[in-house]
């Protein structure tokens, strides 16, 4: 797995959201319904537009279309 870096990610309720993930790190999203979760998921996986940079392994990834990021969640 790659560390994933996210800095001024904005889309819908998603406001300027930094946020850092190291390799074999865990993290766990919790929020209510609304709160941007799977907004959050979708923005890393490339499926939707958002402002910000999305960084895998300190390498840009935001002009990798989601089939080239190779990442997926259920």
């Known amino acids: 797995m790659s560390s994933i ?18 390799d074999k790190e865990l993290l766990v999203l919790l929020g209510p319904n609304g709160a941007g979760k799977s907004t959050l998921l979708n923005v890393i996986a490339g499926l939707i537009d958002y402002e910000g940079s999305v960084f895998f392994d300190n390498k840009p990834v935001d002009r990798l279309p989601a089939n080239k990021r190779r990442i997926g969640y259920l």
């Open 5 to 22: 870096k996210l800095e001024n990610i904005s889309k819908y309720v998603c406001k300027n959201i930094n946020l850092e993930i190291f």
